[in-house]
């Protein structure tokens, strides 16, 4: 029986020893790959330790700071608040002054992804002061912006800007002059956010004259771009046109939010046509990572709504509260996700407390280790069975919220169905589209009568109301379309057929065909069995 125990401890510790040389290899393989600039590829190999609370505190504390780093570096979530406590005490004891700086920056971040401010502040102003003690001027610099996004959070705007100002400095002392701009910069924001247009303006002109020297057109961009915004507050629009003009010419490629920003400009000078150019000129640039929708959909509603256009500005405006609400919908998922892991998390390191304790009960009492493991296995099964009916009672409640969110699915296709009706019947109400019927059932008239380019335009424009997308969609699909080309896809869409078009345009039926056929070609359509109908009708 001895000799059986001492074999089972021994079993207990190799597999012990091996898992935990196994996650140290981890960690130096993701130290390597820190140090040739993969750290995407640490990240991952990190994110594959499952459990690595099993460690020693030296390990776990190394495996914590490196972690974290790694987290910081590519915007995503911090390790746990209980596991970069544990790192701290560690490092408290037997860090270097670097690591515990360190750690206790992350322990403060860690803190502030939980919304637990006090306790971030704290961490951040012991940090900052062995900074300071130490003359590490670069991440001094660093807490103290910290710092002021904590008093900016809690609109404390006063002391966020005196923590700014304090980050400056001590990015200045470091040497790091971008930085030291962007403090600059920040702080004519948050006089932006007090309304103190003046001042931010003599903020960001400070921040612009030395980002002049640095030669970033990234920087130049940014500068340029608060400059024109503000001056735009303050009522100045010429001086508001130049920055932000200045803001597209150093940054092309980023300059979606500029144009957004030109168009609010022109919709206060009610100067509408540019309004509308300036809408198109975002559209255009507008990417998956740009995220302006909802700006681009409140920009529509204010137009129209200036024009007069109350049936199209409400459109607009609903289609902004849409999107307003989804963000939000997915900001709260994205929330209730966290507290799950976090939640998780704490069931996991409870377990593995219990398990802990649980293995130096069975040292202790080996005797009677047969009686411990049919109360366990018990116990086990016990727990199965409640979280089999916990799993029940969420599948149950997750099926009932899928019902209902079904169900107003349904309702929401109900509506848009009826606001498509809606925009058809302006459609069908308005004077070219009764012209266009009219000619298309008679040759003298369509001879008479010939549709306008103004006409032609006005069609489009009122397709791209009531079909909003359908222009897009068309010239993404077949980019190479002829303006002549276009205007026949807008005739198909309004419903005309062979002979009405023969007769609008004054053509052959052949031509018709041709015509038809030559845009089935250009968009790779003439060996399939979709007509050009039913392709126009689906955009």
């Known amino acids: 029986m001895k000799n059986a125990i001492l074999l089972f401890i021994l079993f207990c510790l190799f597999f012990s020893c091996k898992s935990n040389n196994e996650i140290n290899l981890k960690i130096k393989e993701a130290e390597e790959l820190i140090r ?23 390990t776990f504390a190394r495996f914590c700071l490196i972690h974290a780093g790694l987290s910081e570096q590519l915007g ?53 002061e062995m900074a300071k003690k130490a003359n590490n001027y670069l991440l001094a610099g ?16 006063d002391e966020a800007q005196r923590y700014q100002l304090l980050s400056g400095e001590y990015y200045l002392k470091g040497g790091d002059s971008l930085n030291y701009i962007y403090s600059i910069r920040d702080i004519g924001w948050i006089y932006t956010l007090k309304e103190e247009y003046g001042e931010a303006s003599e903020s960001y002109q400070k921040a612009y004259q030395l980002a002049l020297n640095m030669n970033d057109s990234l920087l130049l961009s940014s500068m340029t771009n608060r400059l024109g915004i503000n001056y735009k507050e303050l009522g100045d629009y010429s001086l508001a046109e130049k920055y932000l003009y200045q803001s ?5 490629a980023g300059s979606a939010p500029t144009y957004l920003a030109l168009a609010d400009l022109y919709t206060r000078k009610k100067d509408y046509e540019k309004t509308r150019e300036y809408i198109e000129m975002v559209s255009m640039r507008c990417t998956p990572k740009c995220k302006l929708t909802g ?12 024009q007069g256009n109350y049936f199209l500005s409400l459109n607009y405006y609903e289609q902004y509260v849409n999107y307003a609400d989804s963000i939000a919908d997915l900001q709260a998922r994205a929330d209730v996700l966290k507290v799950e892991r976090r939640y998780e998390y704490a069931d996991l390191l409870n377990d593995n407390n219990e398990l802990e304790n649980r293995n130096q009960w069975i040292v202790i009492a080996c005797v ?31 099926s009932e919220a899928n019902q209902a969110l079904q169900e107003k699915e349904f309702a929401v296709k109900g509506l848009n169905d009826d606001i498509l009706n809606i925009r058809e019947n302006i459609l069908r109400s308005s004077a070219v589209y009764k012209k266009i019927i009219k000619n298309s059932q008679s040759i003298e008239e369509a001879k008479k009568y010939p549709l306008t380019d103004q ?69 790779q359509l003439e060996n399939t069995d979709i007509t050009l109908e039913k392709f126009i009708f689906g955009l």
Not at 36 to 58: G, R, W, Y
Not at 248 to 252: G, H, L, S, V
Not at 295 to 306: D, S
Not at 487 to 497: D, M
């Open 36 to 58: 040739t600039e993969q750290p995407d590829s640490a990240f991952a190999l990190l994110e594959s330790i499952t459990n690595p609370d099993v460690l020693n505190d030296k």
């Open 76 to 128: 995503e979530d911090m390790p746990f608040v209980p596991q970069m406590e544990r790192a701290n005490d560690y490092y408290e004891k037997h860090g270097s002054p670097e690591e515990k700086m360190n750690c206790l920056l992350y322990l403060g971040m860690s803190y502030e992804e939980e919304t637990d401010f006090d306790w971030a502040m704290k961490s951040y102003l012991k940090a900052v």
């Open 142 to 157: 660093k807490l103290y912006k910290k710092i002021a996004g904590l008093h900016d959070y809690e609109d404390n705007y």
């Open 248 to 252: 597209i010419a150093y940054d092309e």
């Open 295 to 306: 700006g681009l959909l409140y920009q529509l509603y204010l137009l129209e709504k200036e």
């Open 368 to 398: 009677s280790l047969l009686v411990v493991s049919l109360f366990l296995l018990v116990l086990y099964k016990y727990r199965i069975a409640l979280k089999n009916e916990y799993i029940l009672n969420q599948q149950k409640r997750i």
């Open 455 to 523: 006409d032609w335009l006005t069609l489009k424009e009122i397709l791209k109301t009531t079909y909003f997308l359908f222009i897009d969609n068309l010239q993404n699909q077949i980019p190479n379309l002829t303006e002549d080309e276009i205007r026949f896809c807008c005739l198909l869409k309004i419903g005309l057929n062979s002979q009405q078009l023969s007769i609008l345009l004054n053509i052959q039926s052949a031509s018709v065909s041709h015509k038809r056929y030559r845009i089935m070609k250009k968009g």
